[in-house]
């Protein structure tokens, strides 16, 4: 069966670049979520979008914003980058309705 | 305190044996509770959801759900050293999309 997608898998950017995630959901998925997880910590929810508004909002930094396109795919772009910003970054994707999340394989992102 | 409460481990058991990770949370109002299998540097896995009170078996897997005391446990039988792993308990926000990951309980088998 299809599986989220994202891409790139492994991303190196120097301070104060940008980067831009992309995730394309599970065929017929509508809603699509974003989530950073640092060394050792618990994936912490950034923003989720449904139907290409955006459902809800975690601790996002201004820094990032993210949208949906009519084919459901999303991106996360991140400005100003920080060492901090350092982290897995994972897509999942779920029908609306239905609270079962899929992920899919992460982004990982190091800024030096 | 945090919304999702979980022992973060590690949990050494021997294989053969069952292996017991607990997990409470603090919205009464919550209602699907998931448990996620992540391996290290790779991306969650759905092992198990329940909604309802009671237990849910699948394989060797049981998720066992207590409303009343705000606490989803999750059971493996016969742990097998491919089992270790970090186990994320999830719980929606009530009535949100949005679900909340507890910090993870490190499991380990040992052979």
């Known amino acids: 069966a299809a599986g989220v997608i994202q891409s790139p898998r492994h991303l190196i950017k120097e301070k104060r670049e940008t980067a831009t995630l992309k995730c394309y959901p599970i065929?017929?998925?509508?809603?699509v979520y974003w989530y950073q997880q640092g060394p050792g910590q618990d994936p912490q929810f950034l923003i989720s979008?449904?139907?290409?508004?955006?459902?809800d909002k975690g601790s996002i930094p201004d820094r990032f914003s993210a949208q949906q396109f009519s084919d459901y795919h999303s991106e996360l772009n991140m400005s100003s980058l920080e060492l901090g910003d350092s982290a897995l970054y994972f897509c999942?994707?779920?029908?609306?309705?239905?609270?079962?999340?899929?992920f899919g394989p992460g982004t990982r992102l190091l800024v030096l | 305190q945090k919304e999702v409460e979980q022992n973060s481990g590690p949990l050494s058991v021997p294989e053969g044996a069952i292996a017991s990770l607990n997990c409470t949370y603090s919205?009464?109002?919550?209602?699907?509770f998931f448990w996620y299998r992540q391996y290290s540097g790779k991306s969650p896995e759905l092992i198990m959801s329940i909604y309802s009170n009671g237990d849910k078996e699948d394989g060797r897997f049981t998720a066992q759900l207590n409303k009343a005391s705000q606490y989803v446990s999750l059971l493996i039988r016969d742990s097998q050293p491919s089992d270790s792993a970090t186990y994320l308990c999830a719980v929606d926000s009530g009535g949100y999309q949005k679900v909340t990951f507890g910090i993870g309980t490190k499991l380990q088998v040992i052979p």
């Open positions: 065929p017929r998925h509508d809603t």
């Open positions: 979008f449904y139907e290409k508004m955006q459902s």
């Open positions: 919205d009464r109002v919550s209602q699907s």
């Open positions: 999942a994707s779920s029908l609306y309705g239905q609270e079962t999340q899929y």
